[in-house]
């Protein structure tokens, strides 16, 4: 798919784990076709990196030591306001590592409430990526897991799309041709008339053959 000049023109987006090279990717994308993107992630010196080429149009947020703080601070300054794009990439950050994956499963969880208001005030969309290579038992307590964090996103009520997209085979280092190829599935989504030609909530992509 080609890219669209001005298809994010006004628009806001908030991508998570945009320290991940997918993640950098869509916001640069999104940036270069006029939206404005809050890049959100762990790693400050990652996501200074990701906004320098469009410094005007992609502000950062760390998540420190105390990522709940961070989500309480978005639920309460965004309170409805207009949110776009929501694209949270954080599982793809901590695939293989049982531990961060689990807590990035309530973070996640998390920013999915914090920011659920504005994605209904503007009618928004929001993708969650995730790897597939994660099972059930990979969870915090009760409902708070891989399967409950996927099936809740997709199946959320009121206004505007949710979709999520699952990395099968997910590639060890992202080349630019996957991160392309992932980036142009993600971001078709946010494309009305593409996104309801897709019938399902969940779809996968598979790694460019090199």
Not at 130 to 149: A, H, K, Q, R
């Amino acid at each position: 798919m080609s890219e669209q000049s001005g298809r994010f023109e006004g628009r806001v987006a908030v991508v998570a784990g945009a320290e991940h090279p997918l993640a950098a990717s869509l916001c640069r994308r999104i940036a270069s076709e006029g939206g404005r993107v809050v890049a959100l992630g762990r790693k400050h010196d990652l996501l200074l990196d990701v906004a320098r080429d469009h410094p005007d149009l992609i502000q950062t947020l760390t998540l420190g030591g105390m990522p709940h703080n961070v989500v309480d601070l978005l639920k309460g300054s965004w309170n409805g306001e207009p949110l776009d794009c929501f694209i949270d990439c954080m599982l793809l950050t901590v695939a293989g590592d049982a531990a961060a994956s689990r807590e990035m499963i309530a973070l996640s969880w998390g920013l999915t409430d914090a920011l659920e208001g504005g994605l209904k005030t503007a009618q928004g969309c929001g993708v969650l990526v995730v790897p597939e290579n994660f099972t059930s038992s990979d969870s915090i307590s009760g409902s708070i897991s891989y399967d409950g964090l996927l099936n809740r996103f997709v199946n959320a009520s009121g206004r505007g799309r949710r979709r999520a997209v699952r990395v099968l085979d997910a590639p060890e280092t992202w080349t630019g041709a996957d991160c392309l190829s992932a980036g142009d599935l993600v971001l078709s989504l946010f494309d009305g008339t593409e996104a309801e030609n897709i019938d399902t909530r969940i779809v996968d992509w598979t790694p460019v053959p090199s």
